[in-house]
């Protein structure tokens, strides 16, 4: 899903840097054609394109600070999911696994098949 969302900030970001571009081209032009002869074009022109660079500088800045915290939302679950028993119960399971049955206490047999559960789940959604 992160690689998904990128690809949807990516696009995003182009059609704005676009946006922005044709719309300082098109003043820029409307400038040179409906301007009196006598005026300065520079007084007009060099604002608009002074301005292009730091406005398409802006757009990749916060399509990287998305990036960002989408990385850190990320972590964040991760490090909850971790917290709260998920690697624990991971844990309880791997090695009732791998021990007979006969040898694992009859009293924790309700709390390894809630283990099985949870890592099923985690392991479906993804997380190892």
Sequence with gaps: MPNTQSR???TAALVVVAVVFVVTVIA??????FAPA???LTIVIGPLLGTLA????AVALLVQVRSVQAD????????HALTNGLLDSKVRAGVADVI???????????MLTEDRAVR???HDG???
Excluded: K, M
Aim: proline share 5%; hydrophobic share 35%; glycine share 4%.
């Design 8 to 10: 949807v900030n990516t």
């Design 28 to 33: 820029v032009l409307l400038a040179f054609l």
């Design 72 to 79: 850190v939302s990320q972590v964040r679950q991760d490090t």
């Design 126 to 128: 993804g997380d190892e």
């Design 120 to 122: 099923g789940r985690a």
């Design 54 to 57: 730091p406005t398409i500088a």
């Design 38 to 40: 006598e005026r300065d």
């Design 100 to 110: 007979r049955d006969e040898h694992l206490d009859p009293a924790a047999s309700t």
